[in-house]
């Protein structure tokens, strides 16, 4: 058995498939899915792994929370969900788990919430015809009549169905295909429709009545972390951003580097020319001195 994930609904799409058809299709988004803790059978009795999903602020967090969370080295997590799993299939803490858990043709069973309705009547709620639209009903026509029962027992037995609060319920699912995955950005492509608003979590896991395919990933499609050494990051050139007083100083400094060399040329200058001049003096005494010795 193993490990289910939370992923947020879209929306609802539809996607073309090789042989010209379209697929309704729901959009799910599993983002920052990663494992919070584990519960094995030596210390609770079963084994299970607790996952989080969706970046919580820390001020909204409460202080216990984050200590545990800094603990283990994971942000903050929205929501929080447990999945029974067997022993071979437990993962360590802080794993992140991808859009890879699932493969393409795969069955899996997803629960969520219900959109809400609100306070809804009999007609809405349970799919009553109504009263009869006729003469003699009186402004009763969607009303779900008489609910009572005769002197014995003289009462309304629990359940009856009545107006009363429609929706926002936890509903499972069984049996959706999944028709893609994208694990760069995280999507999981499920046919049909699924329970709950859009932005609302669902949790999916392997169906119960198919059997599940032998090439799934095990104990869990993990997130691939990609790590570069030391060597490639140094032949990377990363741009800097400069700011207005690094670049005036960037400029007087060229400028001043431009005044020094002018200045050095300059001084070379004068240095060459000065040096023929005294090379003919020293020749014009070195003749006077023959002279004289003659």
């Known amino acids: 058995m193993r490990t289910g994930i ?112 609100g306070f809804a009547g009999a007609m809405k709620r349970h799919n009553f015809s109504g009263l009869r639209a006729s003469h003699g009903v009186s402004i009763s026509h969607r009303s779900h009549g008489s609910t009572g029962n005769s002197q014995d027992p003289g009462r309304v037995f629990k359940g009856k169905k009545m107006a009363g609060h429609m929706g926002d319920r936890q509903r499972t699912i069984q049996n959706l295909q999944v028709v893609a995955t994208d694990e760069d950005r995280g999507l999981i492509f499920i046919k049909g429709g699924l329970p709950g608003s859009k932005g609302s979590w669902i949790s999916l896991k392997d169906a119960i009545k198919k059997a599940v395919p032998s090439d799934v990933p095990y104990p869990a499609g993990l997130k691939r972390m990609v790590s570069k050494s030391k060597e490639d990051t140094k032949d990377e050139k990363i741009p800097k951003i400069q700011t207005k007083e690094e670049t005036v100083n960037k400029e007087k400094e060229e400028v001043e580097v431009k005044e020094d060399t002018v200045k050095e040329v300059a001084i070379k200058e004068e240095i060459t020319s000065i040096e023929p001049e005294a090379d003919s003096k020293d020749n014009t005494s070195s003749e006077d001195n023959k002279e004289e010795e003659k």
């Open 6 to 117: 939370i992923a947020k609904k879209m929306g609802m799409s539809r996607l073309y498939l090789a042989d010209g058809t379209h697929v309704p299709v729901t959009v799910l988004s599993l983002k920052d899915c990663q494992v919070i803790s584990n519960q094995t059978k030596d210390k609770n009795g079963y084994n299970s792994i607790t996952l989080g999903s969706g970046e919580a602020k820390a001020k909204n967090t409460l202080k216990p929370q984050r200590q545990a969370f800094a603990k283990i080295k994971v942000s903050p997590k929205q929501k929080q969900m447990e999945f029974r799993v067997s022993e071979k299939n437990m993962v360590a803490v802080g794993a992140e788990l991808s859009a890879s858990h699932f493969i393409v043709g795969q069955y899996v069973d997803a629960t969520g919430i219900t959109i809400g309705k």
